[in-house]
């Protein structure tokens, strides 16, 4: 494989900068702490007009952490309000990972957004990361009056394996008809655990950053079991769902190079079939997590797609 000339340039220094950690059992708390260290180093500033505070939820007796970005002008009007499932190929990861993103998404947008510190697999496997995930939503349409949220205007967003847990979230949710959610944000996510051992893989995807080792190990840690098998639930990898009707309006965008773009393209085809509204963008030269580098042009587009997506599911005037 080689896709390093499809690379975006103006990218392309993040894989300089990019841990090149090898991901097993015997090392993956160290990889937690380092991954955690270099987040804290790169984090930016707060920003005008957003209040974080943390609440401790409890989930059968395990407190799970939220962290909640509230508008600092309240004008005693309902808001929208996302639900946040931080990336980290279910092993690694906070909710501080994405402050900067849930920071600007609560200024811009007006919103309430809540981050869910799920418990991480091989520790917890499934279903516990998605179970912590349904307590948080749960939680937060519960306590929309107190929130100053409308509660038929909560969505839900994720990015990698966060948005694997999200689009497992939105089928969960639709099946157990306890709380409704109008949106779905999918960033390029983690959706089919038979991308790694699976079918012929895209010799020009998975090279960077998120590669097919780190995938295998990941779906490994969340199943308890070698992925691939023939009885993996959709509550586990959305991408095994036979029937996606009746799921929310969906945005998934993933970047051309990125190992997880055939299963988004597969997946936003599934629900178009279906009948639920899908928006799909797929951004050229773009590997996993190109959006992180923020001063990039593809980096702007992404950003410009997403709060008008947003913008227009939530109801929120320019």
Request: proline share 7%; with cysteine; aromatic share 10%.
């Amino acid at each position: 494989m080689d896709s390093k000339s499809l690379i975006d340039p103006q990218i392309a220094p993040m894989l300089d900068v990019f841990p090149d950690h090898q991901f097993s059992d015997d090392h993956i708390v160290e990889i937690r702490k380092k991954m955690a260290a270099m987040m804290r180093d790169m984090a930016a500033p707060p920003l005008d007009g957003v209040l974080v505070s943390q609440h401790v939820i409890d989930v059968e007796g395990y407190g799970l952490r939220l962290v909640i970005y509230t508008p600092e002008n309240n004008d005693n009007t309902k808001r929208a309000a996302l639900l946040h499932i931080h990336g980290g190929g279910y092993v690694v990861g906070s909710p501080e990972d994405f402050d900067w993103r849930n920071q600007m998404l609560c200024q811009q947008l007006g919103s309430v957004v809540v981050s869910v510190d799920y418990r991480l697999a091989p520790e917890h496997p499934f279903p516990q990361p998605l179970e912590d995930c349904y307590a948080a939503l749960k939680w937060l349409f519960l306590n929309a009056a107190t929130l100053a949220v409308d509660d038929k205007r909560i969505a839900i967003y994720g990015e990698s394996s966060g948005g694997g847990l999200a689009a497992a979230l939105a089928i969960l949710a639709r099946d157990r008809r306890e709380v409704q959610i109008c949106f779905q944000v999918l960033i390029y996510p983690m959706l089919d655990d038979r991308t790694s051992p699976g079918n012929e893989p895209n010799p020009f995807a998975g090279e960077f950053v998120w590669t097919h080792a780190r995938n295998h190990y990941g779906w490994k840690s969340l199943l308890g079991v070698e992925p691939g098998g023939d009885k993996v639930s959709p509550y586990a990898a959305a991408a095994r769902l036979a029937s996606p009707g009746g799921l929310p309006p969906t945005y998934i965008c993933v970047g051309a190079i990125d190992l997880f773009v055939d299963e988004n393209i597969a997946y936003a085809h599934h629900l178009l079939r279906a009948g639920v509204p899908t928006e799909l963008h797929v951004y050229p030269g773009g590997f996993h997590g190109f959006d992180t580098v923020v001063d990039s042009d593809i980096s702007k587009q992404f950003y410009v797609d997403l709060f008008r997506a947003l913008r227009k599911a939530l109801q929120i005037a320019e």
